[in-house]
């Protein structure tokens, strides 16, 4: 028991003294406003933007070890997969095939995260959220069928 209590005892202490090492987060280059309508701006700051954008909001937990690891983690590689904050400056082609993504994503219900939703309820999409994003997807699609016939 006395060497249970030790062990338990230099646990708390150990990851006490993480607490205090600095954590290198995602960091932004570019905060560009993405050219959407306003709802879609909205839906997508509100349930997108943390890991996916240099805007991100790092929560009072991202700075608590061992969670910080787990949410610098999703940040980082929601930035590489997809980062709103350089959407101006993808092609076309690059915007269409982004977009069918989300739409994947979010319609298999990959996106957003579950373990993000709990902490996060105003990020879940209803249904007209996802009808919007699909709208504003198919105006990229159709803009981007629409250029490679003038060409």
């Known amino acids: 028991m006395k060497k249970f209590t030790i062990l338990l005892s230099l646990i708390i202490i150990i990851l006490g ?6 954590l290198k987060r995602p960091g932004g280059k570019n905060a560009h406003e993405l050219q959407a309508s306003k709802e879609v701006k909205d839906i997508l700051k509100r349930s997108c933007y943390d890991c996916h954008s240099d ?3 790092w ?6 070890f061992p969670i910080s690891l787990l ?3 999703d940040v980082k590689e929601g930035k590489e997969f997809l980062n709103f904050s350089e959407w101006e400056s993808l092609s076309l082609k690059q915007k269409s095939n982004s977009s ?5 994503e979010i319609e298999s219900k990959e996106m957003p995260l579950k373990i993000y939703l709990p902490l996060h309820p105003e990020a ?8 919007l994003l699909k709208k504003w997807a198919d105006e990229i699609d159709l803009q981007y069928a629409e250029s490679k016939k003038n060409r």
């Open 17 to 22: 003294l993480l607490q205090f090492i600095p």
């Open 55 to 57: 805007l991100t909001r």
């Open 59 to 64: 929560p009072w937990y991202s700075k608590v």
């Open 71 to 73: 949410v610098i983690h």
């Open 100 to 104: 069918f993504e989300i739409i994947e």
């Open 124 to 131: 879940k999409l209803s249904s007209k959220d996802i009808d």
